[in-house]
T-cell receptor
Framework: NAGVMQNPRHLVRRRGQEARLRCSPM?????VYWYRQLPEEGLKFMVY????????ESGMPKERFSAEFPKEGPSILRIQQVVRGDSAAYFC???????????????FGPGTRLTVL | AQTVTQSQPEMSVQEAETVTLSCTYD???????LFWYKQPPSRQMILVIR??????QNATENRFSVNFQKAAKSFSLKISDSQLGDAAMYFC????????????FGTGTSLTVIP
């Protein structure tokens, strides 16, 4: 059973370009979480999605950021018109269980390191 | 929102010795889960140990154990017989048992293991 896959592992963009980060959850997992890790900081929650639904986007910046998890294919975190402050490591985690579950471990992907020049 | 505090940005330990990493958290909830994650230079997040708040017994995983003090809202990680491979960033994390599934992470402790 392959783990959580993220690609690309490294992404370089110039200011104003778009960044697309992909996350394929573990097989059988239908819940995906995105976190951002700024340098020298811990991971900060961004968004929680199930297939075709955004459950909690309370950690997402209001502008330029969007996320989706379609019925088929990976989850996508999209950042439009990137700025230098978007440079960070973006982690995806997946879980087989959802809200209300007794306990659900989140399995993390290796992250995508975004660098904005 | 819940907050997780790790007051030790850096720690070091001699190989084969024991080290304790501190973590405190703030919550008004009674049902929650606590985790320690390890992040080596590869940046992969690896679950080390977890604790359910309703359990009084401290969790143990081989050389890793926790000291969970619910009243004090403290959740420290003890690493016994430290090995060179234990060198990494360690993050303490909190997850509510009631509302949502997001993790709240501390800022991390960088552990160096001295040969």
């Amino acid at each position: 059973n392959a783990g959580v896959m993220q690609n690309p592992r490294h992404l370089v963009r110039r200011r104003g370009q778009e960044a697309r980060l992909r996350c394929s959850p573990m097989k059988g997992h239908s819940h995906v979480y995105w976190y951002r890790q700024l340098p020298e900081e811990g991971l900060k929650f961004m968004v929680y999605l199930q297939k075709e639904n955004i459950i909690d986007e309370s950690g997402m910046p209001k502008e330029r950021f969007s996320a989706e998890f379609p019925k088929e294919g990976p989850s996508i975190l999209r950042i439009q018109q990137v700025v230098r402050g978007d440079s960070a490591a973006y982690f995806c985690a997946s879980s087989p269980l959802g809200q209300g579950a007794v306990v659900d471990e989140q399995f993390f992907g290796p992250g995508t390191r975004l660098t904005v020049l | 929102a819940q907050t997780v505090t790790q007051s030790q940005p850096e720690m070091s330990v001699q190989e084969a010795e024991t080290v304790t990493l501190s973590c405190t958290y703030d919550t008004s909830e009674s049902d929650y889960y606590l985790f320690w994650y390890k992040q080596p230079p590869s940046r992969q997040m690896i679950l080390v140990i977890r604790q359910e708040a309703y359990k009084q017994q401290n969790a143990t995983e081989n050389r890793f154990s926790v000291n969970f003090q619910k009243a004090a809202k403290s959740f420290s990680l003890k690493i016994s017989d430290s090995q060179l491979g234990d060198a990494a960033m360690y993050f303490c994390a909190y997850r509510s048992g009631n509302t949502g599934n997001q993790f709240y992470f501390g800022t991390g402790t960088s552990l160096t293991v001295i040969p």
